[in-house]
């Protein structure tokens, strides 16, 4: 520790933002390593900034540290600048909090939130010291394990940890490190301690599996080589959210960050099934916190942080059952204590009067909404469930309410997508444009500004989806052109996205294990913080798949058969194929499909996982 930090006081005022390697912060745990029995470095595949906002972090982080003898600590990717600085002067990618190098714990842990992150993970564990690829770290420590939503398919980066975690992590975390601390004095080879903790449910080693492949190319089998893999593995997940860990506090930067407030959730998964939407069934069932629990939380948070603002987390918070009384009973906190109350991934056909009210101090400015596409057929297409009816009736609130802005967020590039589907999209913001025009001048504000943002749509697992090729680049560029052609008004801007990042992106969800290669290439090429957009190398990525003899097409733009094996096969996420395949064709016919409210309809999520809506018979 004290070699490090003497050398980070040579440096530190020689590079951008150095309070974001120093550690120190106020809510950080610091124990005396002489007394503890098992360390863990959770490691961000991303920077400081990025990370210190991620919810996922934070409460495994307290969870374990809650333990006397364990002692997890926060590790972030450096910036260039640091980074080169760090190589210079031979310092080693280290925990925060104790300043000592991540080689010498007994778990690395990755959470991998976006495939753009894979080729930090390995930039890490090079700064760290270690080998990147898992058959070349023979000793039991460290550890390297991953988890995170990319988990429901890592084999793209199999070659590189030793052990995935699927599904939610609080409760198989705490059983990991303790087989780890009860087995660590026998001193276990690395195999041995990897047999035991595939019988561990939610455990994927993925060394534990052989694939082999067809003629054409696709997955011929996945096969497990020892006796305690199972043959398919099962996610984890949490059945009461009232009675699961949640930290009491953060840790609070020094610097601001993306996210710089405290931040409560409310409930998981999503009721919806929007069939693009990959978080919305591998984070199923629908579960939630109750309104006791979730103002518990927040007045703890908020006293122990001293943080103004909270935000409620979830991927549709106004689907709470009780939103309006949740609400109501946070705002006589939140009013009372002057504590800003921020509430994202609102729904259209759940925006009302009665909510914006209770949302004026927080968002007066700006509503943000995401129709998807552009006309109905379309929206029918996604399951979208949202009418251009309810997109007036919510904007015709908003502009009443004296908002300023509206977001609209969409997606190019859906499935049976054309080029009135693309039309529609500018046509949709005219008319909401009008309706600002239409309100009167008394309740109106006095400017308005529509933004259109596109994304390219990327095809994910365990999606109604996930058979759909990705369009072409040059399909992309021209549907981004056409949508601006249709564009008449100033007060309409459009943004779209960057087509490079979303090939690579599609490549990487639904690849299989022979992409591991490729990644490790671009990687030795320089390729990493892939995210950022001032970092990413298209260019070599593309020489990395040629000289490794891999056509991204055969990834990320073919249309895949029902039948056909997929690289995440053997991963259980609890969703049926047979759901995906029906919600796939309905899709082609532009035939919706009800929420989980409204009644079920047969996803393959058994009723013993706690769901709201998940009956008996579900």
Not at 371 to 390: C, F
Request: net charge negative; charged share 30%; hydrophobic share 35%.
């Amino acid at each position: 520790m004290e070699e490090i930090k003497q050398k980070l006081e040579k440096i530190l005022l020689k590079v951008r933002q150095p309070a974001r390697y120093i550690g120190g912060e106020i809510g950080s745990v610091v124990k005396d390593r002489s007394k503890t029995d098992v360390r863990f470095a959770f490691c961000f595949p991303d920077t400081y900034d990025v990370g210190m906002s991620h919810l996922g972090m934070k409460i495994l982080y307290g969870l374990k540290n809650s333990v006397p003898n364990w002692w997890c600590e926060r590790v972030f990717m450096p910036e260039n600048d640091f980074e080169e600085k760090m190589r210079e002067n031979g310092i080693p990618l280290y925990g925060l909090e104790s300043l000592d190098p991540i080689k010498d714990f007994d778990f690395i842990g990755f959470t991998l939130q976006y495939e753009l992150s894979y080729n930090n993970v390995l930039q890490m564990l090079d700064l760290a010291g270690l080998p990147v690829l898992s058959k070349d770290r023979k000793q039991l420590a460290p550890i390297v394990v991953g988890g995170g939503p990319c988990v429901c398919n890592p084999e793209p980066i199999a070659d590189f940890f030793d052990l995935f975690i699927l599904g939610e992590g609080e409760e198989v975390n705490m059983e990991l490190l303790s087989l780890y601390e009860k087995m660590k004095p026998q001193a276990p080879s690395k195999e041995e301690f990897l047999r035991e903790a595939a019988k561990i449910e939610g455990i994927y080693v993925p060394s534990f599996y052989d694939v082999s492949y067809n003629d054409d190319g696709t997955v011929k089998a996945v096969t497990p080589n020892v006796p305690e893999a199972p043959a398919r593995v099962k996610k984890r997940i949490i059945s009461d959210l009232d009675k699961v860990y949640y930290p009491e506090s953060f840790v609070v930067p020094f610097s601001q960050i993306v996210h710089d407030r405290s931040v409560v959730e409310v409930l998981r998964g999503c009721i919806r099934g929007c069939r693009f939407c990959q978080a919305g069934f591998i984070y199923r069932p629908f579960r939630e916190k109750s309104i006791d629990t979730v103002k518990r939380e927040t007045k703890c948070l908020c006293e122990q942080t001293g943080y103004e603002e909270v935000s409620l987390s979830s991927l549709s918070t106004s689907d709470h059952t009780q939103i309006n009384q949740l609400l109501e009973s946070l705002t006589e906190y939140t009013d009372r204590e002057q504590v800003n109350l921020s509430l994202p991934s609102l729904r259209l056909d759940t925006f009302s009067e009665e909510l914006m009210e209770k949302l004026q101090t927080v968002r007066k400015s700006g509503l943000t909404f995401a129709p998807e596409a552009g006309t109905q057929r379309l929206r029918d297409v996604i399951n979208k469930n949202i009418t251009e009816d309810e997109i007036m009736r919510t904007c015709r609130i908003a502009f009443r309410g004296g908002y300023t802005q509206v977001k609209l967020y969409f997606m190019l590039g859906l499935p049976t997508e054309t080029d009135e589907d693309i039309k529609g999209i500018a046509d949709l913001a005219e008319r909401v444009l009008d309706l600002y025009y239409q309100t009167p001048k008394e309740q109106r504000a006095r400017t308005i500004q529509i933004s259109i943002s596109t994304a390219t749509f990327v095809p994910k697992p365990f999606t109604p989806f996930e058979f759909e090729p990705q369009a072409t680049s040059d399909e992309i560029r021209r549907k981004q052109e056409y949508l601006r052609s249709c564009i008449k008004s100033r007060k309409i801007r459009l943004s779209t996205h960057v087509s490079g990042t979303s090939v690579l992106e599609a490549v990487l969800a639904r690849g299989d294990r022979r992409l591991c290669k490729a990644v490790y290439a671009a990687w030795k090429k320089g390729c990493y913080l892939d995210g950022w957009d001032e970092h990413f190398k298209f260019d070599r990525w593309t020489e990395a798949f040629e000289e490794c003899g891999i056509d991204t097409s055969f990834y990320a733009n073919r249309l895949r058969s029902y039948d056909e094996i997929a690289p995440w096969s053997h991963l259980d996420y609890l969703v049926s194929h047979e759901f995906f395949v029906r919600e796939n064709k309905k899709a082609h016919a532009a035939l919706t499909t009800r929420n989980c409210k409204e009644g079920c309809s047969g996803c393959g999520i058994k009723a013993e996982c706690g769901g709201v809506y998940c009956g008996k018979n579900a």
